[in-house]
Nanobody
Framework: QVQLVESGGGLVQAGGSLRLSCAAS????????MGWFRQAPGKEREFVAV????????LYADSVKGRFTISRDDTKNTMYLQMSSLKPEDTAVYFC??????????????????WGQGTQVTVSS
């Protein structure tokens, strides 16, 4: 059974940093694109970043470009999201997700088939 588990969320002041981790099991990690999404209260879940399965190419939402860095370590079956210069509007539950192998850098929620339970990130002003 495929499982994704996020960790690293918490409370941080504006301008601070956090690193989220997503540990995967039950799937050949390196064969799948991996992404981060977030959902703020009362809003739709939105794309944050994705790292491809093959060459490590990445893609970011405009709202986080230049502040967040996505990476993966296939030897540890783990993906990361380094978040810097955090803003109050980054407050959300952050989810990691895995996409079927035919996708390169999926950005749509429906393109992912496995999701973690989410981790809360709160940025205070």
């Amino acid at each position: 059974q495929v499982q994704l588990v996020e960790s690293g969320g918490g409370l941080v002041q504006a301008g601070g940093s956090l690193r989220l981790s997503c540990a995967a099991s039950g799937r050949t990690f390196g064969s799948y694109a991996m992404g981060w999404f977030r959902q703020a209260p009362g809003k739709e879940r939105e794309f944050v970043a994705v790292v491809s399965r093959s060459d490590g190419n990445v893609l970011y939402a405009d709202s986080v470009k230049g502040r967040f860095t996505i990476s993966r370590d296939d030897t540890k079956n783990t993906m990361y999201l380094q978040m810097s210069s955090l803003k109050p509007e980054d407050t959300a539950v952050y989810f990691c997700a895995s996409a079927p192998g035919w996708y390169d850098r999926p950005v749509l929620r429906r393109e992912y088939d496995v999701w973690g339970q989410g981790t809360q990130v709160t940025v205070s002003s």
